[in-house]
């Protein structure tokens, strides 16, 4: 989980709220909001924030959830 995603110049990418919102399906006011509450752990630049991509993906194995009890498939 600790991997560094990078591209060609060997710079990690960072993530717009707008981008954030796209992967994982929600609206942007709430992906502002996860990030303004501190759910997304966010980098600040100037005046806006940027997520790292491990960030993004602790967040959502954090909020995995189990398989209910009694659900065998």
């Keep these: 989980m600790n991997e560094v995603v990078m591209n060609p110049q060997g710079r990690v990418p960072?993530?717009?709220?707008?981008?954030?919102?796209?992967?994982?399906?929600?609206s942007l006011p709430m992906?502002?909001?996860?990030i303004q509450i501190g759910k997304i752990r966010a980098v600040q630049i100037g005046k806006g924030r940027r997520v790292r991509p491990q960030d993004l993906r602790q967040y959502i194995e954090s909020?995995?959830?189990t398989e209910p009890e009694g659900n065998e498939s």
Excluded: D, G, M, P
Aim: avoid cysteine; aromatic fraction near 4%; proline fraction near 0%.
């Design 14 to 26: 960072l993530l717009k709220a707008t981008e954030v919102a796209k992967i994982l399906n929600i």
């Design 63 to 65: 909020n995995l959830t």
């Design 31 to 34: 992906a502002y909001r996860l």
